[in-house]
């Protein structure tokens, strides 16, 4: 009970004038209310990005405010009566209420508890906005225009269960400390709209693959082979079923079973510099051979750039996998994914054709496109199939403005290829017959190093054989299967080979 009346005695002090009363104000209400949200968070209600954002940033500074104006609010009235702050206190409670022979044994107790509670406080709310800011819905909603299409990609992603903060952020103090300063200077520039649109890539500060991927991809394992089925749908009016059917040489080893993943072993370290450090032209490229010496392959179309060449980057998943997560799709890729599903129904004639031309035509906004594609196909059905009742045109016109509402976002300028995937190759540098898609580029992928133009000291070039990487079993057959029986000749492979390579040559 003397504790609760020297409480009160100290509440008082702090009332000395309206800035210490403002400062108790401030102080008490943002304490109440950062229990009263947090447990409201904790069962489910007022649960969103915007509450976390009262919660844990703006009512603690409120908070810290509050607790700034009581010193304040002493000097001024020390100032006011040019009295020193003991004499402040017996001045303004009176000689009956607080006695010079006992005033630091009655406030000390009461200062230092409440010091130990507003530190507990300050640290628990630290704590939990650290917590808060790492949670994957923080990053992709606080700031929606920025990143709302980044969250839209990454929410369908394969990686949607993993926390955007082991990719972007990794493990350790000098890692998070890096990351909110970083978030620091993005708020600011969020604020004042000081982001390019389109955000960047690549992204050059994200941690080493082997720190990030490595903890759950092992490039070392022996994969073996996949096999890859592809289906693909014509532009007909029957949008005709195709299949190219791939054997994909995974393996990281060296020799027999080696493949893709040969790229990231230890022992075939790849280097490069690329135009810009965008690592999508490539200067040079380097590879180092069992005897530990990298042997050069140089650009002969980008000799001029050698001398400003960027420096060297060593190559890792991210640089074939560099949209692993926030993964833009190509718009007939899109399409076929959504047919095969059973999203968009084949019995709709020229659905692939129309839903194409639908969803790659450029809107203003995002509402107008959404609109305009429904109403255009709409349109054509109508007219062009008078009387018919096709059960299934409502669903798939929404699958097609779905996948146009994933991958196209005006109002940060993202359209189709603003972000290239490079896990592949696009039409012209390769096997363009597997892919029927002329209209929008695609990335250079595989043949940003295997071409013809870089070439090393003895004018070899690095290969650029598709049976590197896969062997082609069916090229778009609509029967895979019966294709392969129907071969009577014995060196199907060279057969397979002649035919791209002369493919290759025609589009390169």
Known sequence: MDFFKR??????????NWVGKLGVILASTAFISFFILEGLSLIGIFRSTYTGIITYF????????????????????????????????????GDGNI??????????????????????????????????????????????????PEWQVYSVSPHSRVPCVDCHIG????????????????????????????????????????ETCGKCHWPEKHYGSKLVKIQRYQEDEANTLQYTTLNLKVDAANGVGSG??????????????????????????????????????????????????PEARTLDCVDCHNRATHIYEQPDAALDKAIATGLIDTDLPYIKREGLMAITTEYNEKNDGLETIAERLENFYEHEYPGSNFE?????????????????????????????????HRLEFGCFSCHNFMQHDQSDGC??????????????????????????????????????????????????????????????
Not at 273 to 299: A, C, K, L
Not at 401 to 408: E, F, L, M, S, V
Not at 470 to 478: F, G, T, Y
């Open 171 to 210: 493990e350790g103090v000098q890692a998070m400390a890096e990351a909110k300063i970083n978030g620091a200077w993005q708020a600011f520039a969020n604020m004042f709209e000081l982001y390019e649109k389109p955000i960047g890539t690549p992204i050059h500060n994200l941690r080493p693959a082997r």
């Open 99 to 148: 006695g010079s022979h006992n005033f630091w044994e009655k406030v000390i107790p009461v200062v230092s508890i409440l010091t130990v509670v507003n530190v507990l406080f300050i640290v628990a709310a630290g704590s939990s906005a650290m917590h808060y800011m790492d949670d994957s819905e923080f990053c992709g909603t606080a700031c929606h225009t920025i990143m709302g």
């Open 392 to 424: 299934n045109l409502n669903s798939s016109i929404e699958a097609v403005q779905a996948i146009y509402d994933r991958n196209i976002h005006p109002e940060m300028k993202i359209t189709w290829n603003t972000y290239p995937n490079h896990l592949g």
């Open 7 to 16: 409480y009160i005695m100290f509440i008082q002090l702090l009332f000395m």
């Open 58 to 93: 703006i009512i603690p500074i409120i908070f810290v405010i509050g607790l700034l104006l009581l010193p304040i609010g002493w000097q001024v009235q020390k100032k006011k009566t040019g009295t020193t702050l003991h004499n402040v206190f017996t001045d303004k409670l």
């Open 447 to 508: 043949f940003r190093c295997h071409n013809r133009h870089l070439v090393n000291d003895a004018g070899a070039s690095i290969s650029d054989e598709c049976t590197l990487c896969h062997s082609i079993l069916a090229l778009n057959e609509k029967d895979p299967l019966q294709y392969l029986l129907d071969q009577e000749f014995e060196t199907f492979e060279e057969h397979k080979n002649a035919y791209f390579r002369e493919e290759y040559l025609k589009n390169f």
């Open 260 to 309: 893709i993943h040969w790229h990231i072993s230890e022992e075939n370290e790849v280097r490069y510099s690329s135009v810009d450090d965008q690592r999508e032209h490539m200067i040079w490229v380097e590879v180092m051979h069992p005897d530990g010496e990298y042997r050069r392959f140089t650009n002969q179309r980008l000799s001029d750039s050698i001398a400003h060449a």
